[in-house]
């Protein structure tokens, strides 16, 4: 059974910086492609970032770009998002996602969340 927990919520002021931290159980977190996703109130959950399984590929949603950092260790099997220089619109629930392709078939995992409020 793969479990995915997120860590490193807090509150903040803007243009602070916040990391957040992945851990996957129940399989090698070499073998899965990471992502990490927010969910702000009364809104939909959206992309923020990934990073493919070596970590050499990772991709941002515009809104972060230059200021967060997706990173992985695999041998700790966890993932980080360092967040700086943070708005007061980056404010949601952050959750960390899991996917692994096995016999052409995709699972996906996803962690309980993690609350990131920033005040102005």
């Known amino acids: 059974q793969v479990t995915v927990i997120e860590s490193g919520g807090g509150m903040v002021q803007t243009g602070d910086s916040l990391r957040l931290s992945c851990q996957v159980s129940?399989?090698?977190?070499?073998?899965?492609?990471m992502g990490w996703f927010r969910q702000a109130p009364g809104k939909e959950r959206t992309f923020v970032g990934g990073i493919g399984r070596s970590g050499v590929t990772t991709a941002y949603a515009d809104s972060v770009k230059g200021r967060f950092t997706i990173s992985r260790d695999n041998a700790k099997n966890t993932v980080y998002l360092q967040m700086n220089s943070l708005k007061p619109e980056d404010t949601a629930v952050y959750y960390c996602?899991?996917?692994?392709?096995?016999?052409?078939?995709?699972?996906?995992?996803w962690g309980q969340g993690t609350q990131v409020t920033v005040s102005s």
């Open positions: 129940g399989g090698a977190l070499s073998s899965f492609a």
């Open positions: 996602y899991a996917e692994v392709v096995i016999m052409s078939r995709t699972y996906a995992y």
